[in-house]
């Protein structure tokens, strides 16, 4: 009755059925648990924004990778802008996804170490290797509250750290990196300004990370599963179907060849 299932082509879309049912079901965790590190870091990013501030020097220090748990703390730095090394960081986009530079001043900590400040966004120049216009830093000494974050890497955000670049612009917010050239002790990772607020709203201060959308990966995740629940219920309806059309066939055969009975004699 079921002898069709060994024909090539149904051994074919058997196998390709019984491929399909693990690895929908392997998507459909992947995007659960995709969904699960999104819940976990809104999580993180909300209880690190309530925290009450802490001086930076007591989270990081030269050479430190700031990890995942204080990403986003508050912390506060009293110090005096270096302007004269300040740089831009290019290929950055502000809230409105205008394209721009990040701009990155060092800021001299008392004990003479430094941390790194993004003090927000301004445009780019219209001459990619002309250095755009920085509103300049508060002078003297002051407190800056801001976002602790990790040194940024090509690897971990994709960007990658191009050579050759005009005087005084970047592509990777690196402690490291600005350790060579300040010549001084720069504490890992730096600092996203939100306080004191800049004149003019320039540079735009980088906006608090959204930690309110999950995203639809959870649905994403509902929706292979349900792929994969058809996938048997599909192959079903299919085999069902053919044996049912075979049987008629054969039903059809069987009437087409039996002869018609004699007619009476009279």
């Known amino acids: 009755m079921y002898r069709f299932l060994l024909s090539r082509q149904w051994v074919i879309l058997t196998l390709v059925a019984l491929v399909l049912v693990p690895t929908m079901v392997e998507l459909g ?3 659960f648990h995709r969904h699960e590190r999104r819940v976990a870091q809104n999580a993180l990013i909300a209880e690190n924004l309530k925290a009450k501030p802490r001086p930076v020097q007591e989270l990081t220090s030269p050479g430190h990778t700031v990890p995942r748990a204080d990403y986003w703390r508050r912390v506060t730095a009293t110090g005096t802008f270096d302007t004269a090394h300040e740089v831009v960081v290019r290929r950055r986009t502000n809230a409105d996804d205008r394209q ?143 044996k049912r059309d075979r049987e008629a066939a054969a039903r059809t055969d069987g009437a087409a060849g039996t002869p018609e009975p004699a007619p009476a004699a009279v």
């Open 100 to 242: 721009g530079v990040m701009v990155l001043t060092p800021l001299v900590l008392k004990d003479g170490r430094v941390v790194l400040v993004n003090r927000g966004w301004v445009p780019a120049a219209p001459d990619q290797k002309a250095y755009p216009e920085v509103p300049p830093a508060p002078k003297g000494e002051i407190t800056v509250t801001g976002r602790l974050k990790a040194d940024e890497t090509t690897d971990a955000s994709g960007i990658k750290d191009l050579r050759g670049l005009p005087d005084r612009q970047v592509m990777l917010i690196n402690s490291a990196q600005q350790a060579e050239l300040l010549g001084r002790e720069v504490l890992g990772g730096y600092l996203e300004q939100t306080e004191p607020e800049p004149a003019g709203n320039t540079p735009e201060l980088v906006p608090e990370p959204d930690h309110d959308s999950i995203g639809a990966h959870m649905a994403y995740a509902v929706q292979w599963w349900l792929f994969t629940a058809g996938v048997p219920v599909g192959w079903f309806i299919l085999v069902r179907r053919e």
């Open 29 to 31: 965790f992947w995007q």
